[in-house]
T-cell receptor, first 107, second 117 residues
Framework: GIQVEQSPPDLILQEGANSTLRCNFS?????LQWFHQNPWGQLINLFY???GTKQNGRLSATTVATERYSLLYISSSQTTDSGVYFC?????????FGAGTTVTVRA | GAVVSQHPSRVICKSGTSVKIECRSL??????MFWYRQFPKQSLMLMAT?????????EQGVEKDKFLINHASLTLSTLTVTSAHPEDSSFYIC?????????????FGPGTRLLVL
């Protein structure tokens, strides 16, 4: 299956700071999604982005499919941004998840 | 937006009993549903894929006789953990998608926390 590596594993931010999370994958994909898992375990869809760039408020994402990586940008971070961010990819219909990046935003 | 629900959200049971978890797509028809398992501080691992009206496809290492999956309609899939043991305690999450090509967004339920005593 496709290997997915996320970095960094942990990230501590001061409120208001910007950050970049990275997702590398080992093969061509037809599906790439970014999720935020909140403290109650709910996975919240952030982006469906197998290629290109998208923005949603303070979050944006870019996937360079030819180079097999995706970036998630968080700007002006808030304490509610804390949680685990997962990247998941698929080359068929089955998503493979990375290990996640745990983000802690301090007030 | 697409909403997926799970019931129950939390269950505690005695060792040896069976537990059924329901996953419903509330505002779309889900051709395909997926069941994942997540241990504390770990990532999600796919257990099985279910398509409406056909047998589920299990990932390597997942016991199909222990984790029974039924996808009886386009809006409902159930996972039954049979003869549960403490090592089955985990967070079980389902997802659903309206398509079969893999190019569609998967929408995730809120998860079910299972504790087997």
């Amino acid at each position: 299956g496709i290997q997915v590596e996320q970095s960094p594993p942990d990230l501590i931010l001061q409120e208001g700071a910007n950050s970049t999370l990275r997702c590398n994958f080992s093969d061509s994909v037809n599906n790439l999604q970014w999720f935020h898992q909140n403290p109650w375990g709910q996975l919240i869809n952030l982006f469906y982005i197998p290629s290109g760039t998208k923005q949603n408020g303070r979050l944006s994402a870019t996937t360079v499919a030819t180079e097999r990586y995706s970036l998630l940008y968080i700007s002006s971070s808030q304490t509610t941004d804390s949680g685990v961010y997962f990247c998941a990819v698929a080359d068929d219909y089955k998503l493979s998840f990375g290990a996640g990046t745990t983000v802690t935003v301090r007030a | 937006g697409a909403v997926v629900s799970q019931h129950p959200s939390r269950v505690i049971c005695k060792s040896g009993t069976s537990v059924k978890i329901e996953c419903r797509s509330l505002d779309f028809q889900a051709t395909t549903m997926f069941w994942y398992r997540q241990f504390p501080k770990q990532s999600l691992m796919l257990m099985a894929t279910s398509n409406e009206g056909s047998k589920a496809t299990y990932e390597q290492g997942v016991e199909k006789d222990k984790f029974l999956i039924n996808h009886a309609s386009l809006t409902l899939s159930t996972l039954t953990v049979t003869s549960a043991h403490p090592e089955d305690s985990s967070f079980y999450i389902c997802s659903a998608t309206p398509g079969t090509s893999g190019r569609e967004t998967q929408y995730f339920g809120p998860g079910t926390r299972l504790l087997v005593l």
